[in-house]
């Protein structure tokens, strides 16, 4: 019990700093960005499709899939 003597003013100091440090970035405008959200949304720099990489040549497509087994190279094409 003596450690609830250290530990309860401990965190509540640190609640108090974390809220205090929470106005502070408030007060100073940290959150506002008022014209980035309207420029942002008419680039295509933030797409959320992912951008073709240099090696995306190189990955097998759907019809590459069985390229390796015969078996199934004669399957798939109905012979």
Do not use: C, E, H
Request: charged share 30%; net charge negative.
């Amino acid at each position: 019990m003596d450690v609830l003597r250290i530990l309860i003013p401990v965190s509540l100091g640190l609640g108090l700093l974390g809220l205090g440090a929470f106005f502070w970035t408030l007060r100073s405008n940290q959150y506002d960005d008022p014209d980035g959200d309207s420029r942002r949304i008419l680039t295509d720099d933030y797409d959320d499709s992912p951008r073709p990489g240099p090696d995306d040549s190189l990955r097998p497509g759907p019809d590459d899939m069985f390229s390796g087994d015969p078996k199934a190279q004669k399957n798939r094409k109905g012979g």
